[in-house]
């Protein structure tokens, strides 16, 4: 006896609650499907960067060291990657773009 693919997979969690339910809380929010929108405009990536580089040379120069380092460290990836992917989770759901609208097309 054969199982057929779609009978086999397991359904995607993401695709069990449509955008248009009354309890996707995150409509826009998907995986699969439709994309996150991007939220950052040049300006904050580019202060995000200058940060991240800035807490990154007080770290190898030894002005930070023990947890703050590593506290610091971590938000500098964080600022990195937010600032790579042009997405930032906590503006998201406040709902705050720093894009302008040319730069969405």
Do not use: W
Request: aromatic share 6%; proline share 9%; glycine share 6%.
């Amino acid at each position: 006896m054969r199982i057929s693919k779609s009978a086999a997979a397991t359904p995607d969690p993401v695709r069990l609650l449509p955008a248009s339910h009354p309890y996707n809380p995150f409509p826009e929010f998907r995986l699969k499907g439709n994309p996150v929108k991007k939220n950052l405009g040049r300006t904050d990536r580019t202060v995000r960067v200058i940060l991240a580089v800035v807490i990154g040379l007080l770290a190898l120069t030894g002005t930070l060291s023990g947890t703050t380092a590593i506290v610091l460290g971590v938000v500098s990836a964080l600022l990195l990657l937010t600032s790579a992917i042009s997405f930032c989770p906590v503006y998201f759901p406040l709902n705050i773009s720093t894009r302008k609208q040319a730069e969405n097309k």
